[in-house]
């Protein structure tokens, strides 16, 4: 059981925009920014968004992050089928004092 | 550019220890940041074991801490992980990472372990 909770599938169409979504508490996301990673298949863990809504270099801006209380958001624009991965929010909790995961997002591009 | 590799045996056997490194290129661990393991077990999501200041303070996962061991070799620019009395349970890819300005920035390839007899 995951302290962040994410939904296990989301799909879309080549084109079309999607959100994730990923909810926690007030020790962890309402306390702390949100990161998201994105884990193409095979490959190690990338950081795809950080801070709740920045994106590193190389990122495209069809990436984006939002987040409201103790729920954050990522949403893609233009999906992609190379889009499709695994994706993981994080942040720090202050209860356990350490760094927690969701559960991860696994997104098909139909 | 920064690089970070793991190093590790790929089967260990139930009730023994497991030990990996990373070894760091294009950054001197001992100047700044903090540096951990994490892991993902088949099938399932990221699992965070451990992270180490440069300076040495460490923090530990709560389900975890009991049996790992995270440490700095700054004359070889590398840090490692010791878990002990691994169990099935324990089969995963580990991945180290570098933890910069609350996100973690920069990941190794990873490395699978295999518990097994």
């Not at chain 1, 958001?73 to 995961?101: H, K, M, N, P, R």
């Not at chain 2, 490692?80 to 580990?94: F, G, K, N, P, Q």
């Amino acid at each position: 059981q995951s302290v962040l909770t994410q939904p296990p599938s989301a799909s879309g169409t080549p084109g079309q925009r999607i959100t994730i979504s990923c909810s926690g508490g007030s020790s962890n996301i309402g306390s702390h920014t949100v990161n998201w990673y994105q884990q193409l298949p095979g490959t190690a863990p990338k950081l795809l968004i950080y801070s709740n809504n920045q994106r590193p270099s190389g990122v495209p801006d069809r990436f984006s992050g939002s987040k409201s209380g103790t729920s954050v958001s990522l949403a893609i624009s233009g999906l992609q089928s190379a889009d499709e991965a695994d994706y993981y929010c994080s942040t720090w909790d202050d209860s356990l004092d350490g760094w927690v995961f969701g559960g991860g997002t696994k997104l098909t591009v139909l | 550019q920064v690089q970070l590799q793991e190093s590790g045996p790929g089967l260990v056997r139930p009730s023994e220890t497991l030990s990996l490194t990373c070894t760091v290129a294009g950054y001197s661990i001992s100047t700044a940041y903090y540096w951990g393991w994490i892991r993902k077990p088949p099938g399932k999501g990221l699992e965070w074991i451990a992270s180490i200041y440069y300076r040495g303070t460490t923090y530990y996962s709560p389900s975890l801490r009991s049996r790992v061991t995270i440490s700095l070799d700054t004359s070889k620019n590398q840090f490692s992980l010791e878990m002990s009395s691994v169990t099935a349970a324990d089969t995963a890819v580990y991945y180290c990472a570098r933890d910069v300005d609350s996100r973690l920035d920069i990941w190794g390839q990873g490395t699978m372990v295999t518990v097994s007899p």
